[in-house]
């Protein structure tokens, strides 16, 4: 085990989340805000030094992680298994036209982590793979690494880390456009992930 430190940093925003619709796999790019967002969060995160920057391949988590490669000088790896949940038939809709077309299943879907949108995967399976990441991670040399991804996958990962229970993953929030959660590890012992911070970022 070599990795002691993990910041989980959500893209910025894209132009779907400005239009309020589901996302997914679907490779949406984004807006002024969000590479703002980007470039302001850059000092706030530098002061973990990560060694490592690890990026989701869809454009707008690539993008994010690229401001910060470029600002800090961090290499940046890309790996899809950062991806965010695939919704399957729900991706490019908004939340009003999934409740619509499947009555009810959104609401069941946002607080059971095994179930799966019409064609799509569940949040344990998307921690499952976001958790490969990490262990691969813990074969290296890097003690603290920055994945940037998507809301869905972090929130689960986070689940995962902590080993909570599967049931109680809904009771994590959601994460804003470019916030962080911090995980560590004790530095005497253990292997066990504590959480330092979630949903954490800059505001105003």
């Given at each position: 085990?070599?990795?002691?430190?993990?910041?989980?940093w959500?893209?910025?925003?894209?132009?779907y989340?400005?239009?309020?619709?589901?996302?997914?796999?679907?490779?949406?790019?984004?807006?002024?805000?969000?590479?703002?967002?980007a470039?302001?969060?850059?000092?706030?995160?530098?002061?973990?030094?990560p060694d490592?920057?690890?990026?989701?391949?869809?454009?707008?988590a690539?993008?994010?992680?690229?401001?910060f490669?470029?600002a800090?000088?961090?290499?940046?790896?890309?790996?899809?298994?950062?991806?965010e949940?695939?919704l399957g038939?729900?991706?490019g809709?908004?939340?009003a036209?999934?409740?619509?077309?499947?009555p009810?299943?959104?609401a069941?879907?946002?607080?059971?982590?095994t179930l799966a949108?019409?064609?799509?995967?569940?949040?344990?399976?998307?921690?499952a793979?976001?958790?490969?990441?990490?262990?691969?991670?813990?074969?290296?040399?890097?003690?603290?690494?920055?994945l940037?991804?998507?809301?869905?996958?972090?929130?689960?990962l986070t689940?995962?880390?902590?080993?909570?229970?599967?049931?109680n993953?809904?009771?994590?929030?959601?994460?804003?456009?470019c916030?962080?959660t911090?995980?560590?590890?004790?530095?005497?012992?253990g292997?066990?992930?504590?959480?330092?911070?979630?949903?954490?970022?800059?505001?105003g």
């Amino acid at each position: 085990m070599s990795l002691r430190t993990l910041v989980l940093w959500r893209h910025g925003e894209t132009d779907y989340n400005a239009s309020g619709r589901m996302q997914g796999h679907l490779d949406s790019y984004l807006t002024d805000v969000g590479w703002n967002q980007a470039r302001f969060a850059v000092p706030a995160l530098a002061r973990f030094s990560p060694d490592l920057i690890v990026a989701s391949d869809l454009r707008r988590a690539t993008d994010t992680a690229t401001v910060f490669s470029e600002a800090m000088g961090v290499p940046l790896r890309i790996d899809k298994r950062l991806r965010e949940t695939n919704l399957g038939a729900w991706q490019g809709k908004t939340s009003a036209e999934v409740d619509e077309g499947w009555p009810g299943m959104r609401a069941q879907w946002q607080v059971d982590a095994t179930l799966a949108p019409p064609a799509g995967e569940t949040r344990v399976e998307v921690a499952a793979r976001a958790a490969e990441v990490v262990a691969d991670l813990d074969t290296g040399t890097e003690e603290t690494a920055v994945l940037c991804a998507h809301g869905g996958l972090i929130t689960a990962l986070t689940g995962r880390l902590l080993d909570l229970p599967v049931t109680n993953w809904s009771q994590l929030g959601g994460i804003s456009n470019c916030h962080w959660t911090v995980l560590a590890r004790r530095q005497s012992s253990g292997l066990n992930w504590r959480l330092i911070a979630y949903n954490a970022g800059i505001t105003g």
